[in-house]
């Protein structure tokens, strides 16, 4: 049964997953933070162990309480909106917090093996695109996500709440390598490989040798650099977004959602 612990203290240690404002310290430590009821729910379907829980005094009873009873024999600490606030250094607008602890990733070649399509991130560092990319990849028909090595970690804080929990309904891993290494693994598994970008040379993203690929990987890169020369040379086909009003782009997490609707297995 859970144990509930009024807030008493700001600093007390085992506070330290909600105040800690590095990502990389709970990322050591084995450990990432859940933020939101649904998001919280979603992550112990998955099979997420919960560590600890921050909870807003009135939805101990409330919209907690069911999640307190799930979570077992671990501390619940609880306070006011005040108090939670000059702890956390943010207003919660849902009142629950729980810090979580992380599972192995899954084998790479399990991944390659079972998907039909995946998508593979290069370089992307912002949480916020890279939880709105997971979120548009579980729910458009997408299989698996990978992760170069210069991606941000989709259990940062804020790719979590933007995924909305999608991050534990997908599975994803770090596929290694450099470029154009990572493409050459997605080719050998057999997969066609489609990096999106902005080239006089491109496909639209509804021509059939893309949309019929039987395996397919598509390839977004970051924010204003895109992906890298190599890793597009390496490619199959280079695909782009017909755009409307001398537009020329979309954001990576926009253009994922378009690209993933249109190439999904649904």
Request: glycine share 8%; aromatic share 6%; hydrophobic share 45%.
């Amino acid at each position: 049964m859970a144990v509930l612990r009024e807030i008493t203290d700001l600093k007390a240690p085992e506070l330290a997953p909600y105040t800690d404002t590095s990502e990389l310290n709970l990322l050591r430590e084995g450990v990432f933070v859940a933020e939101s009821p649904k998001v919280i729910r979603t992550a112990l379907d998955a099979g997420y162990e919960a560590v600890s829980l921050l909870v807003e005094d009135k939805y101990v009873t409330g919209q907690a309480a069911d999640i307190i009873a799930r979570a077992g024999d671990i501390p619940v600490f609880h306070g006011s909106s005040a108090a939670l606030s000059e702890l956390t250094g943010y207003k919660l607008t849902q009142g629950v917090l729980a810090a979580m602890k992380r599972t192995s990733l899954p084998d790479i070649g399990d991944i390659l093996r079972d998907s039909h399509r995946i998508a593979l991130l290069e370089n992307i560092m912002n949480q916020t695109n890279t939880g709105a990319i997971f979120r548009s990849a579980a729910a458009l028909g997408f299989d698996a996500v990978l992760l170069t090595d210069g991606c941000s970690d989709p259990l940062f804080r804020r790719s979590v709440r933007v995924s909305m929990g999608s991050v534990f309904l997908i599975p994803w891993a770090r596929i290694g390598g450099s470029s154009p290494e990572y493409i050459r693994t997605l080719r050998g598994a057999g997969f066609v490989t489609a990096a999106m970008a902005l080239r006089s040379d491109t496909v639209t993203i509804d021509d059939p040798r893309v949309t019929g690929a039987d395996r397919l990987a598509v390839v977004l890169g970051t924010e204003g650099d895109g992906l890298l020369p190599s890793t597009i040379e390496e490619c199959d086909y280079t695909i782009k977004i017909p755009m409307s009003h001398g537009v020329d782009s979309l954001n990576v997490a926009a253009a994922s959602a378009v690209a993933f609707w249109q190439l999904g297995r649904h």
